[in-house]
Structures are given as structure tokens and as C-alpha cells.
């Protein structure tokens, strides 16, 4: 890999991709995340720490919507694949939730514990789960909205061809991985070239079900610019991709958004189930 990237040498690229030192209302904001994801759980219906392999931090929650038959919606959290715990950033089942979906918080193996090649399988072990898991507690229910934040984003966008998956919402992804590789953020994550060329969705377009992308308008350019990359690509290659700019929405006010029954993501999700489900594609 070169040591630049678009003309931005490591400094640069540190800068680019500190979405933490961009926000300085971060700390106050992850605390409200976390004492609304407190007071979700106590409101809800809710399974724990569910196993689906076997690395402690291979699990997930349940939160149900109390509806026979409901669809389910997969929320993988972000943290640059070495931060945060699916309880972190739980608020935002709110939306699917009163939506009628039911919602799984998927938990993953972090870095440096585990590389990206076993992060990313590990997404892939959830959903087979999912799609037939054996614990005598049916988890599944089509279609399946697959959701991730972030670095979650990148994993929810690798995964959009999985059979279980009918839709997939990337919100302010990662879809390149190479100023990644370049920047602060490798010294746990050790990518290699062939990680990279292989886990960077934007060179992975493929055969992947519907796609909503969605970015903070006013997110660190270099977040923006790669939504809009991942789009064109998908564009190239035919994928259908419907993208969202939210306007003076951040990296993670955005979440708020998602957190919000009415707001932009669940109205743009509601919108595609309903269109499959009147073309009878489900």
C-alpha cells in the first residue's frame, strides 16, 4: 500500500478519519446514548446475551416487538471495529421497533483480538443463525433488514448478498479500506492488502439486495465522500441503491435519526419492504 492517499499523507488521514476529535460534544452525547439504551431495554421485551458462536463477544440481544410474525432488523454497531458494545448504542431499536420490526443488537469479536477476516465472518455466523439457529427460539423473520453504523456499515454492506438479508441500511460506512490502512487506525487492526482489496465494499459490489446508504451532511468530508463513491459504484453495476443525506446530521447525531419511528432512515425502510412486498419479492 502506498503511504498517501488522495494526495493526504498520514497526518492528514488521522485527521480525516477522527470522527471522535471532530464532535466536541462527544462525550456528553455517549452518555445520553448510553442512559437511553439503559431505559430502552427496561421497556421492552428483551432476550440477552444470546450465543451464536463461540467467542464471548459472539452474541446478541432480542428486543421484541410483540408482534406474531414481525420482520427482523439487524443492528451492527460501529467503533472502527475496536470500540463500543452492542449496549452502547442500543437507543436506536427504538425506530425499528415502533415500526414493527423485532431487532437483534449483534455483538462481534473487536480488534486486536480478532482480525478483519474473523470480524467479518463472524457477521456472516450470525446470520446463518439467524436463518436456522438451534436453540428451539425462533430468532428469524423475513425479510430481514440488515443495519449497520460505521464500521458496522461495512460489515451490514458485505453481507447485503446473504440469503437470510432483503434489505440492507449502511449509514455513514466505511466502504474503502485502504486510508484506513494508511492512518492510526491499523495499529490494531493490522489489514492486509488482500483484507483490504477483499473487505472494501466498494470494491465488492456484487449481487447484494436493496441497498439504502445514508450520510450526516455534515460528517468529515472524506465519511461523505465515501458514501457517495459506494453509491456510484453500486450505480455502475446496476445494484439497486436509493442514498440519503441528511442534512447538519453528524456521524453520530445521525443515530438519532434511526432512533426516530418517523425519521428519515425507518420512512426509507418502510418504503422499500413495502415496494418488494408489492411486487411480490419478499
Known amino acids: 500500500m502506498t503511504s498517501s492517499y488522495r494526495g493526504m499523507d498520514r497526518a492528514s488521514l488521522d485527521s480525516a478519519y477522527n470522527n471522535v476529535r471532530a464532535d466536541p460534544d462527544y462525550q456528553h452525547r455517549m452518555a445520553g446514548f448510553r442512559k437511553r439504551s439503559e431505559a430502552l431495554y427496561g421497556a421492552v421485551t428483551t432476550t440477552r446475551d444470546v450465543p451464536y458462536g463461540e467467542r464471548p463477544r459472539q452474541r446478541f440481544d432480542w428486543l421484541s416487538c410483540d408482534r406474531i410474525g414481525a420482520p427482523t432488523f439487524v443492528f451492527i454497531h460501529g467503533g472502527y471495529w475496536q470500540n463500543y458494545t452492542k449496549e452502547d448504542l442500543a437507543f436506536v431499536a427504538k425506530g425499528p421497533l415502533a415500526r414493527g420490526f423485532n431487532v437483534v443488537l449483534a455483538e462481534y469479536t473487536l480488534a486486536p483480538e480478532a482480525t478483519m477476516t474473523e470480524i467479518v465472518g463472524e457477521i456472516g455466523q450470525l446470520l446463518d443463525f439467524l436463518q436456522d ?93 465515501q458514501s457517495h463513491s459506494y453509491v456510484a459504484a453500486c450505480k455502475e453495476q446496476n445494484a439497486n441503491v436509493n442514498f440519503l443525506a441528511l442534512p447538519s446530521r453528524t456521524h453520530f447525531s445521525i443515530l438519532d435519526d434511526l432512533a426516530d419511528p418517523n425519521g428519515t432512515h425507518m420512512s426509507a425502510v418502510a418504503a422499500a419492504i413495502a415496494s418488494r412486498e408489492a411486487v411480490g419479492s419478499l
Open 133 to 225: 439457529d438451534g436453540s428451539g427460539v425462533s430468532f428469524g423473520g423475513r425479510p430481514v433488514c440488515l443495519c449497520g453504523h460505521s464500521a458496522g456499515g461495512q460489515l451490514a454492506a458485505l453481507h447485503g448478498s446473504h440469503s437470510a438479508v432483503s434489505l440492507t441500511l449502511a449509514i455513514s460506512a466505511l466502504f474503502d479500506l485502504e486510508p484506513i490502512a494508511l492512518s492510526w487506525l491499523n495499529e490494531k487492526l493490522r489489514l492486509t492488502r488482500e483484507e483490504v482489496n477483499r473487505y472494501s465494499p466498494v470494491l465488492q459490489v456484487g449481487s447484494v439486495a436493496s441497498t439504502i446508504v445514508s450520510v450526516g451532511e455534515a460528517e468529515l468530508p472524506e465519511l461523505v465522500r
